[in-house]
């Protein structure tokens, strides 16, 4: 006899309690923690600790009964969806079969951050969420359903985003992930998304999507980010919590499957007249169970962002845990306030036995396993899992990165592209740029093999008819933390000899200078050296000279505005989107049409 939650005539209700049911305290604490895993060479499962992942594969499916993990290092989409098929026969041996659930930060655009997000690679490559909100809805919709059908290709069935945090603070080094700093645009842009990856109800054929990072983490206390100690809090100087809680609203109306919780913790914040605890929000009852769950009625999975319990130690550095207003806490005492908060799994983490020594030790009740088990196994039954966790291998190779995927974030790519000046009063517009042969080009930050798109590639500024310069938005490096360094932050101003090396080549050639925003930069000692000033947010080189020659037509807007000053950005409040005084280009603006 077929037992009923194997059975799919059942409704996922009755195949969730009959599983509930049978399970031990063991694989209840398994459903609960979500951690990193790799991928091995040709496909093959990793079984000794990875560059990031904590133990060998086997033993997080065996013998911690684990069943979710945010898979990092891929390889060609064959060895991806092999991989994730060896995973699944593996989990396949336990005592019930539970079935892998395989989440994925984004890894279709350009930063590579271990922390945040992975290039494409094998995946078709489009512009950063930044650069997606540049665009229109109908650009948002086709990179989600191509994203969605490249992750199912190879067995990812949960998306780790979409980052809908309003970027407020124009230092924060998380902005590259958000659509940008507009509350109805980012609204709009989450609800398309939401549609393309997960369709109208979750089914065999969505991708799970987790809405970030509730309530909204944007407002940073001097744009410092929350995964290092120095950025732990977040403050509300122009009393604007609720419109960051617009979006969320928003997700959770459209049915997001999950909600994950930043990192940082709330200084000063009341809610309904109640102050509220100054602790990291995962840990924040008042906020995950008396907002999140009862005001706003959500009840899907709510899955902390990672390593909030210990300290994470990788690549011979240390990040301590996220344990923000709560760091004289014991790992243990941590669990137990996470799950008094209201939530359903421990991102990063895979201390099980922990679990299970409070419940067997009377410190956690069984009962309140059941609550967050029977929401995890529900998603897992609403997706098909239990049904058919395994995909084609043919098929992965056939749809990931095919040459329609690309062409369709190539064009998204070059359309993203935002120009903020095109010539002057004098000269009138110089874009799109003619193709000549006989132009002599001169590039820097940019492959001479792209150049040759636009004419003759020179060695000198000098001997050039023409100029294009790529350049990366300013940031502080810093390097003493684990990921420390893959997080832009701090000052947004260029430094002054690569302004003066641009004033000279202005002064001898035409001057295009192109700007790759993952976050605003100070352009204004630049407006006056460009004949041509632009901004990108993910845009190959090629894609680049597909649009200044208007193969591809630009008409990406930007998605923030550009402050002046730092000094206007040190005096913006950091909850109060485009909030600096006198910005050089507000939020919506390019050349080519009104502010959005």
Known sequence: ???????????????????????????????????????????????????????????????????????????????????????????????????????????????????????????????????????????????????????????????????????SEPRWG????????????????????????????????????????????????????????????????????????????????????????????????????????EVGFAYNRAIVTRLLREKLGFDGVVITDWELIHDNIAQGQVLPAKAWGVEHLSPAERLIKILEAGCDQFGGEECVELLVDLVRSGHVPEARLDVSARRLLGLKFRLGLFDDPFVDEDEAERIVGSDAHRRAGFRAQAASVTVLRDGDSATGPLLPLMALPERRVYVEGMSPAAGRGLGEVVSRPEDGDLAVVRLSAPFEPRDDLLFESLFHQGSLDFRPGLVARLRQISTVTTLIIEVGLDRPAILTPLLPLAHVLICTYGTSDDALVAALTGRIPPRGRLPFEIPRSMDAVRSSREDVPNDTIDALFPAGFSVNGAER
């Open 1 to 167: 006899m077929v037992e009923p939650y194997r059975d799919r005539r059942h409704s996922t209700d009755e195949r969730t309690a009959d599983l509930l049911g049978r399970l031990s305290v063991a694989e209840k604490a398994g459903l609960m923690f979500h951690t990193v895993i790799e991928s091995g060479p040709q496909g093959s499962l990793v079984e000794t600790t990875g560059a990031l992942s904590k133990s060998p594969t086997s033993t997080v499916v065996l013998d911690k009964h684990m069943n979710h993990f945010n898979v990092h290092g891929l390889g060609t989409p064959r060895e991806a969806a092999r991989w994730a098929n060896e995973l699944q026969r593996l989990a396949a041996q336990t005592e019930h079969g539970i079935p892998v659930t395989i989440s994925t930060d984004p890894r279709h655009a350009f930063t590579e951050n271990a922390g945040a997000s992975f290039a494409a690679r094998g995946f078709s490559q489009w512009p950063e969420p930044l650069g997606l909100a540049a665009l229109e809805d109908t650009d948002i919709r086709e990179h989600a359903e191509i994203a969605r059908r490249e992750y199912l290709a190879v067995g990812i069935r949960m998306a780790l985003h979409p980052q809908v945090d309003l970027a």
């Open 174 to 277: 998380r902005q590259f992930q958000t659509f940008g700093a507009d509350p109805e645009r980012t609204t709009r842009a989450l609800e398309t998304y939401l549609a393309g990856f997960q369709g109208t109800e979750l089914g065999p054929d969505s991708v799970a999507c987790v809405t970030k990072h509730f309530p909204g983490a944007g407002p940073q206390k001097d744009g410092e980010d929350a995964h290092f100690p120095y950025g732990r809090e977040q403050v509300y100087p122009g009393g604007r919590f609720e419109e960051h809680l617009g979006p969320f609203r928003a997700a959770i109306a459209r049915g997001t499957a999950g909600v994950m919780p930043y990192y940082g913790m709330p200084m000063g914040l009341e809610l309904d007249g109640e102050p509220v605890e």
